[in-house]
């Protein structure tokens, strides 16, 4: 097995006829060689100055954040999915107050609501565009409803105006999840375009290494416009403290490493050109597989700046076999999710499902992303393409 695997492997580069470089679902390698200097030279700083908890590049890496999405505040934390445990803890959430989110999400979405004991109220997805929909939230409503959480999945971002629109009508405040939405923007019907993560009460990103603006390890931070709702994010990040040593809430502690800030600093400025590469790369997908009776290019729609964290293609066939065989021909690919959140073992028996999460279910079965990185280059998409389209003949 080990060795057929290693000969599909020779063979997937000799039909390539040159040497092409390995791919990888993520290249953060070749990324990190292009920008080694000044990655180098940031990290060397920081370690000189051995300010190694809350050092400059941490507050000034929340300024440019600030800078570059239009958010009022940008507080920086320990991971996205602390983002989200605070932004909740932020909102005075009671035990079992309702928290409405899709099922088809990482699990991290969901898992914080679970842990605060407050109840997830999971509902289906858009088979088009993969995201939740305003229609679909209102059925959803009950007196208990204390927040809404829609995520940007794979980069695109939900349809926002009706669902705040409804959010504001109930006031009911709106957490973005923009894990995997950052840089990306939404286009309201008067025409004004606001970057993602910055539209609701609260929103929250991870700078995960693999994200589209990733660190070289854990990282995330919190959106607001709301100074009120940023000092009290500020706290509970900080043990719940505000004045050293004099704790007014429980909180937690949730920071962002200088290391990381510094990374990240130099990061910032290339995002929009990273972006650039990912849809130029979504673009080679798109023409390769346009109008196959077989494979479902992603949805856009004309209110959304797509960032692609994820290309994800829906299969209408052998969806598992196409993995293996792009596995044999030394092509990676991953399912982003196999298993919806509300029926993964941990919410067994917890949470609430409205309606009978059709898509949602269908989606974990028919779905599957392709490498997608900035580092692509047109040989390497050829062959991944041709790979797929070689599957189905
Ligand atoms: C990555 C991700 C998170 C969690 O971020 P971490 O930094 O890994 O904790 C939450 N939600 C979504 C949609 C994600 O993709």
């Given amino acids: 097995m080990a060795l057929f695997k290693a000969t599909a492997y020779i063979c997937a580069f000799n039909t390539a006829n040159t040497l092409m470089r390995k791919i990888e679902m993520v290249d953060l390698k070749a990324q990190y060689r292009k920008i080694k200097p000044a990655i180098d030279q940031a990290i060397m700083e920081v370690v000189e100055s051995a300010a190694f908890i809350n050092g400059k590049p941490v507050q000034e890496f929340a300024r440019d954040l600030e800078a570059y999405t239009g958010a009022g505040q940008v507080i ?23 928290v409405i989110c899709p099922s088809f999400t990482y699990y991290a979405t969901v898992e914080v609501v679970a842990l605060l004991k407050l109840t997830p109220v999971f509902i289906d997805v858009n088979p088009k565009t993969f995201t939740i929909e305003a229609a679909d939230v209102e059925k959803a409503l009950t007196p208990k409803t204390k927040a809404i959480v829609p ?15 409804l959010a504001k009508q109930h006031a009911i405040p709106v957490i973005e999840d923009n894990a995997q939405g950052i840089g990306g923007t939404y286009k309201f019907s008067d025409g004004r375009v606001k970057k993602t993560g910055i539209m609701g009460e609260i929103g929250c990103t991870s700078f995960f290494p693999s994200k589209n603006l ?4 854990d990282g995330g931070a919190m959106f607001t416009n709301d100074e009120q709702v940023a000092a009290k994010l500020r706290m509970i990040a900080n043990h719940g403290q505000q004045v050293r040593y004099y704790h007014d809430m429980v909180g937690v502690n949730s920071r962002l490493d200088t290391l990381q800030a510094a990374v990240l600093r130099v990061k910032l400025p290339l995002l929009d050109e990273y972006i650039n590469a990912r849809r130029a790369a979504a673009a080679f997908y798109d023409k390769a597989f346009a109008n196959h009776s077989q494979i479902t290019v992603p949805e856009r729609t004309n209110y959304a700046y797509h960032v692609f964290h994820q290309y994800t293609l829906l299969i209408d066939g052998d969806r598992d076999g196409l993995v293996k065989y792009l596995q044999e021909h030394a092509v990676p690919s991953m399912i982003y999710y ?20 059709g898509n949602t ?16 280059d047109e040989e390497q998409l050829g062959y ?6 070689e599957f189905f003949k």
Avoid: W
């Avoid at 990733?214 to 390890?217: H, K, L």
């Avoid at 991944?384 to 389209?389: G, P, Y």
């Fill in 76 to 98: 920086p934390c320990a991971n996205g999915t602390d983002a989200l445990q605070i932004a909740m803890m932020a909102l005075n959430l009671q035990p079992g107050d309702e």
């Fill in 151 to 165: 995520v940007h999945l794979y980069g695109q971002s939900v349809d926002m105006e009706p669902l705040l629109a």
């Fill in 214 to 217: 990733g660190g070289y390890g």
């Fill in 338 to 357: 196999p298993v919806a959140c509300h029926q993964q073992k941990a919410f067994a028996g917890k949470g609430k499902v409205i309606g009978d999460m």
């Fill in 361 to 376: 279910e269908l989606l974990t079965k028919r779905v599957i992303s392709l490498p997608m990185h900035t580092e692509l």
């Fill in 384 to 389: 991944i393409t041709e790979k797929v389209l």
